[in-house]
């Protein structure tokens, strides 16, 4: 078992916090285990329970554990990484090349007339009605996001008939074998907490944050042709961004 060096000139909150991030990624401690308790891990590291909560606390904050209450203290799926934003993949496409299985839930279909924001970013009209797709995404069956996929109608009507190949499929290809091919997209993203529905569904605490995502995506001729708000759980999935610097 690993010790804990007092001549060690790291404090013992950030050694123990490496010893369990070691276990976590060695995979000895599997996800959603739960890890031992305050108690426990007082006894077998001989610190104190300040010091394990620091521990656990900072562990929490990097998206390694999350916190049921009155359950204890609990491993995360490992994180899935987008590694750049320069190249426009699909969710399922990204999750293939790591190795996971992609999936998800369709809840809702159907035709709507918008919001303001919905309209100005598919350049509607407000008599012109989207297709609004709400879905849960998951990889290896365990939801990493959240998303409401939006696209102009009636130009995306043969979608919109297709919808429940959404479910567990890419929306991406279901497009362009309709005719809408994405070429380009525009990403705003931001710190957030999920909503209580984005917290039931994502089996997380309404306290974990995450990324809030906007984004419209274009043909080759620049039309938008969808634009979607998503959430992922930072303790879930992180966006990793490849800068070029401009000559």
Sequence with gaps: MPTLERSNPLPLYYQLKEVLKQQIHAGHLAPHTAIPSEPEL???YHVSRATVRQALTELVHEGLLYRQHGRGTFVCE???QQRTLSELTSLTDELRQRGKRPGGLLFI???VRGSQTVREQLRLTDEEQVVRLERLRTAD???IAYEIDYLPYPRAGSVYQ???ETAEGSLYSVMATEGLSPSIAEHSLKGDLPSAREAELLRISPETAGLRLASTVFDDTGSPIEYTEAFYPGSLYDFR???????
Excluded: I, N
Aim: a positive charge.
């Design 42 to 44: 007082v006894a077998q």
């Design 78 to 80: 490992p994180r899935v």
């Design 109 to 111: 279909s159907e035709l």
């Design 141 to 143: 069956d365990a939801p």
């Design 162 to 164: 297709r919808a429940q």
């Design 241 to 247: 961004l490849t800068l070029r610097m401009a000559r």
